[in-house]
């Protein structure tokens, strides 16, 4: 065994939300080692095709936002969402969404004018992985280690030994971490060893799943290519993801109730069908990426000094994209707090905060997606014999299922809700003031200062997005310069917690929700603590907002 690392944070799992999580880490000046079992440079899977909005923002928090939006599919390529009777047959409905050369200019339609800097990307998790590493292992304080797995864990009085093993040597190494996270996804040995749980459905949904490369289907389509492209006849139906927007793809083969298993189906038979191609049409699989569809939760998001994220915390249908971002959400909300603790302005119960506000999000997101699911499986299964008919009742067939189909996906797709609604409702670490939060669904939602809450997005009369504005830690945003902002700046200077006070000159489109004198967001832009004038007791809030108040009870 060699000797022992010393770290701050040891990450398990070097996919995007391990590395957003060290990215947040290192930022703030934090020491992080990460485990990855693969070699450097090894791709991932193909999967995870859409970054939320909200995911953006964190990505530009990071500075590696720009590099995220310039990879993916062309410039050019239309993110649209066609539903046709097979992908190169009959058009049934399309739901538009701008291609990244227009996604800052483009505006009507459903997924336009987000109240943010960053609206939505659809790149693959191919394209994605590389670029976050590449930016993680170039910061300061930040170490991967490659070809390295996790062992076990166990807990002192002031930290976590870990240990692991080199894959290729066999050489075991001793870790040293103040904390540990695991981001090892769902079959995840650091959720085992705290003895959580994952609870919910097994399985919602089988997909068989085949990653293809046709550099002629292209040529093949009856109308403008699209990001991803369903299909629905009476025969099979499934989905088709672009993943470079030349030749490579992802072929989704949606299996029936009777079709218990991934090779119930003949594969070969499926894809023609999804394709609407013969059997003169060539095509290579470069591999198979069969998945069930679940909606499982953690029981427990941490013991100890020990803490899960992603995939190792919650697993469920990709509906609304929500399956790698919500992941990354989690590794925003425990990087700031992990690190609030490590700098020493965070209490130990600060930290408690993390599955009191993460839990409920994964489980409310968890049954939109597999509500979602169910719906989608119930319009798969009374297809129109007649869909695909170039007759009178064909065309009729078509408007109608075209009408039900938009109206279904169109909130997923577009999914306001999901990137700018949800709210923490019961973090020990937020000073509510009894109003309750804005009910939100998958597409809509309503900008509020309630406590919980994102903070809400605006431009300022400088042009600047305001969280561009904001400070990486607390912010105090000011909006009426007469109040005295003293009494609070002085009083967490003299405990040597960070808010950067902020004087909001808001732009022409005005201050939006922003009703109160003072609204306080936190590093993740959440509404901490509002208010119309400074609180008469400063440190009460600081005693909050820092985890005392809870360590204390």
Partial sequence: MTAAVETDVLIVGAGPVG??????????????????TRHRGEPPNVKCNHVSARSMEILRRLGVADAARNAGLPADYANDIAYRTSMTGKAITRIPIPCRRDRFTATGGPDTDWPTAEPPHRINQLFLEPILFEHAVAMPGLTVLNRTEYLSHTETADGVQITARNIDSGEETTIAARYLAGCDGGRSQVRRDIGAKLVGDAVVQRVQSTYIRAPQLLGLMNDAPAWASFSLNPRRSGNVYAIDGRETWLVHNYLRDDEPDFDSVDRDWSIREILGVGPDFSY???????????????DSFQKGRAFICGDAAHLWVPYAGYGMNAGIADAECLGWLLAANIAGWGNAGMLDAYAAERQPITEQVSVFAMNHAHAMAKERKVVPADIEDDTPAGAAARKVLGRKIYDLNVQQYCCGGLNFGYYYDRSPIISYDGQAQPAYSMADFTPSTVPGCRTPHIWLSDKRSLYDAMGPDYTLLRFDPSQDAEPLMAAAAARGIPI???????GKDGSGPYAEAFVLSRPDRHVAWRGDACPTDPNALLDTITGTAASAN
């Fill in 284 to 298: 290579e699989v470069l591999s198979n990426e069969d998945w069930f569809g679940r909606r499982l939760v953690a």
């Fill in 19 to 36: 590395l957003t999580l060290g990215m947040i880490l290192a930022q703030r000046g934090v020491a992080v080692t990460l485990l990855e």
């Fill in 500 to 506: 950067k006070l902020l004087d909001v000159v808001p």
